[in-house]
């Protein structure tokens, strides 16, 4: 039996309705049109801390006995749980000390000690939210501070589940599908938990990232399991290891798991970006990649897509292009032998080139006792489709290549 009960978020929603921000479901023009179904955003990322996890942060915080925190609280955080307790810390008076992975965005770092002010203390440890969460938890044992876990307790699902029944409350037709993403598994817990007892039809679909597939891993085996490597990207859904308690709720609620490349979310953040002016975060875009993999059941469909986040930083973004346009096969990097002879470069460029290819980086190393020289070439074409006849060309013409894209060591090396 589930641990969360309908009641438990109800109980939930009355400690945060003065306390969250109540965020619109919003019908989206654009991927309603896409899809041709109507789709929904629940644009959490409108939420105080521009994400869901203030709901479970403050609800268990507000929920402990003033003994237990008289040492303060302590958390491990990728960055939005830590944005949502350092609220709660200076809403509820009480001292944090949080704990975050090295690799966090700096914008998330400074926005959990705008929340917190002068009640948090941040600790920058580790390469991922586990090597943060082991460190936090020891501190906590060894200061007797109250650990306030991103997903793993029921409190904290009870107010993640708010979100649910918000969705529930605002939606006036019956919801087809419902698209969560999945980190620890507290937020769809919650969610599934109260939409599946209003609901029982509504197809729970989690999203998690292709590099972290904790839960659909977990799932498939019978049991939680911890991933030995996770991709680091999706940074608010890159955990190795779900919640116990989460993974006996989605047992029972969730209906199917989309994995999604990192490059189709970050093509995701900038259509949203673009054609919305909609800031999305990695996990908060997964759930909206995922439509692409269910355009034919969700057709005609009502679909709910949940937002989850949205601190993005600015920085990120040319880094996010590039992974999109590779996704997308129009960004391709080669090493290419060229003669060391006049006129191989315009050859290059006037017959193997193709009219609406372009060059983004060249680096010739030009050797002066070799007959041909190498040279880094990345070229970005506007169709996906113009890439073979690229290829044909530069075998006709006789330019020696070796395609960087499909070695992952040697890309990264280089690029």
């Given at each position: 039996?589930?641990?969360?009960?309908?009641?438990?978020?109800?109980?939930?929603?009355?400690?945060?309705?003065?306390?969250?921000?109540?965020?619109?479901?919003?019908?989206?023009?654009?991927?309603?049109?896409?899809?041709?179904?109507?789709?929904?955003?629940?644009?959490?990322?409108?939420?105080?801390?521009?994400?869901?996890?203030?709901?479970?942060?403050?609800?268990?915080?507000?929920?402990?006995?003033?003994?237990?925190?008289?040492?303060?609280?302590?958390?491990?955080?990728?960055?939005?749980?830590?944005?949502?307790?350092?609220?709660?810390?200076?809403?509820?008076?009480?001292?944090?000390?949080?704990?975050?992975?090295?690799?966090?965005?700096?914008?998330?770092?400074?926005?959990?000690?705008?929340?917190?002010?002068?009640?948090?203390?941040?600790?920058?440890?580790?390469?991922?939210?586990?090597?943060?969460?082991?460190?936090?938890?020891?501190?906590?044992?060894?200061?007797?501070?109250?650990?306030?876990?991103?997903?793993?307790?029921?409190?904290?699902?009870?107010?993640?589940?708010?979100?649910?029944?918000?969705?529930?409350?605002?939606?006036?037709?019956?919801?087809?599908?419902?698209?969560?993403?999945?980190?620890?598994?507290?937020?769809?817990?919650?969610?599934?938990?109260?939409?599946?007892?209003?609901?029982?039809?509504?197809?729970?679909?989690?999203?998690?990232?292709?590099?972290?597939?904790?839960?659909?891993?977990?799932?498939?085996?019978?049991?939680?399991?911890?991933?030995?490597?996770?991709?680091?990207?999706?940074?608010?859904?890159?955990?190795?290891?779900?919640?116990?308690?989460?993974?006996?709720?989605?047992?029972?609620?969730?209906?199917?798991?989309?994995?999604?490349?990192?490059?189709?979310?970050?093509?995701?953040?900038?259509?949203?970006?673009?054609?919305?002016?909609?800031?999305?975060?990695?996990?908060g875009a997964m759930p909206i990649s995922a439509l692409d993999f269910y355009k034919d059941e969700i057709k005609g469909k009502t679909v709910v897509c949940v937002v989850s986040g949205g601190n993005n930083d600015i920085g990120r973004m040319e880094e996010m292009r590039e992974k999109s346009l590779r996704y997308e096969g129009l960004q391709h990097y080669f090493i290419i032998d060229f003669p060391q002879r006049a006129g191989a470069l315009r050859e290059f460029l006037h017959e193997v080139l193709g009219p609406d290819d372009d060059i983004t980086r060249f680096e010739y190393a030009k050797k002066n006792n070799k007959t041909n020289g190498p040279a880094l070439v990345g070229i970005e074409l506007s169709n996906n489709k113009d890439y073979q006849p690229l290829i044909d060309r530069m075998q006709k013409k006789g330019f020696?290549?070796?395609?960087?894209?499909?070695?992952?060591?040697?890309?990264?090396?280089?690029?």
């Open positions: 039996m589930s641990k969360i009960h309908i009641e438990d978020i109800i109980i939930a929603n009355q400690t945060l309705k003065d306390v969250v921000t109540h965020t619109p479901l919003q019908k989206n023009q654009v991927l309603s049109e896409r899809y041709d179904a109507n789709v929904y955003l629940k644009r959490e990322d409108l939420q105080v801390v521009r994400s869901f996890k203030i709901r479970g942060a403050y609800h268990l915080m507000h929920s402990l006995p003033k003994e237990r925190m008289k040492n303060g609280v302590v958390c491990a955080s990728a960055g939005n749980h830590a944005q949502g307790v350092a609220y709660s810390c200076k809403a509820l008076q009480v001292n944090g000390k949080i704990f975050m992975p090295t690799t966090t965005p700096r914008q998330k770092v400074e926005q959990v000690k705008l929340f917190g002010k002068e009640f948090v203390e941040v600790v920058l440890t580790g390469d991922t939210f586990d090597d943060a969460y082991a460190e936090a938890n020891e501190y906590g044992e060894n200061n007797e501070m109250a650990f306030i876990h991103p997903f793993n307790n029921e409190k904290i699902i009870a107010g993640q589940g708010t979100v649910g029944m918000e969705i529930m409350n605002d939606i006036e037709e019956s919801i087809d599908y419902l698209f969560c993403s999945i980190g620890g598994g507290g937020l769809i817990s919650g969610i599934g938990t109260y939409i599946k007892s209003i609901s029982p039809n509504t197809k729970i679909i989690g999203t998690e990232p292709a590099g972290a597939p904790g839960m659909k891993e977990s799932l498939a085996r019978n049991k939680v399991v911890e991933l030995e490597k996770i991709d680091k990207f999706v940074d608010g859904a890159a955990v190795k290891r779900v919640g116990d308690i989460p993974y006996e709720v989605c047992q029972s609620v969730i209906d199917d798991i989309s994995l999604v490349p990192e490059g189709k979310i970050c093509t995701t953040i900038l259509e949203l970006y673009n054609e919305n002016a909609l800031v999305a975060e990695p996990a020696q290549y070796n395609e960087i894209n499909k070695e992952e060591s040697l890309f990264n090396f280089l690029i």
